[in-house]
């Protein structure tokens, strides 16, 4: 069965530091995409990125860095250098490619971040 | 700027009251998705279209939820009649296709009130 798991449900670091925001997830099939989301205070959904299942290639746009190992069946996140801005709640969301299937998510529960001065 | 568009952002009524939840898609999206998003359930998923045909709904409640998409440009989710237990923030996306690699852009939500 597919599933999403975020056990950091908040998180609470000072600006300038590193975090790392987790997520594991589950699935049946060989291909398959993961996303991360940002959902700041004002409420809408951002998309931040999507990987495919063949793609193990780290990347890094700016402060923001994803780790994606199969091995573990993780794509954590990153930020480096917080800043009061980041703070949101982060979701991390798996579609899988299968017949049938039409772009459905299937999300984490999110992670709340949240970036003190 | 391309942007999903809900309306109303809020909305308040009274338990019993018809609620109309309105999204205007990405001009050339092809999807439509609905979810409803809840403290305790997290982000769920109402229904979904493609090319204005409703592809799947069990994720609503039948007997009192309805998704339709009268033409391209409009998707809407209807509550009759509205109960407490449906008070959350309802999101509309909308995407280019609807392969499994399909990026979903969310509206800003429509937070739902139901007294």
């Known amino acids: 069965a597919q599933k999403v798991t975020q056990a950091q449900t908040e998180i609470s670091v000072v600006e300038k530091e590193d975090v790392t925001l987790d997520c594991v997830y589950e699935?049946?099939?060989?291909?398959?995409?993961l996303f991360w989301y940002k959902q700041p205070p004002s409420g809408e959904l951002v998309f931040l990125i999507r990987?495919?299942?063949?793609?193990?290639q780290n990347e890094i746009s700016g402060r923001y860095s994803w780790n994606f190992q199969k091995s573990t069946s993780s794509f954590n996140f990153t930020i480096t250098a917080s800043q009061v801005v980041d703070s949101a709640v982060y979701f991390c969301a798996l579609s899988e490619d299968f017949s049938g299937n039409t772009g459905k998510l299937i999300f984490g529960q999110g992670t709340t971040l949240q970036v003190k001065p | 700027d391309a942007r999903v568009t809900q309306t109303p952002r809020h909305k308040v009524t009274e338990m019993g009251q018809e609620v109309t939840m309105r999204c205007q898609p990405i001009?050339?999206?092809?999807?439509v998705f609905w979810y409803r998003q809840t403290m305790m359930q997290g982000l769920e998923l109402l229904a979904y279209f493609r090319n204005r045909a409703p592809l799947d709904d069990s994720g609503m409640p039948k007997d009192r939820f309805s998704a339709e998409m009268p033409d391209a440009t409009l998707a809407t989710l209807k509550i009759q009649p509205s109960e407490p237990r449906d008070s959350a923030v309802y999101f509309c996306?909308?995407?280019?296709?609807?392969?499994?690699?399909?990026?979903?852009?969310f509206g800003a939500g429509t937070r739902l009130s139901v007294l």
């Open positions: 699935t049946r099939d060989t291909t398959y995409y």
């Open positions: 990987r495919n299942s063949f793609d193990e």
């Open positions: 996306a909308s995407g280019l296709t609807e392969l499994a690699k399909n990026i979903q852009y």
């Open positions: 001009l050339g999206h092809n999807t």
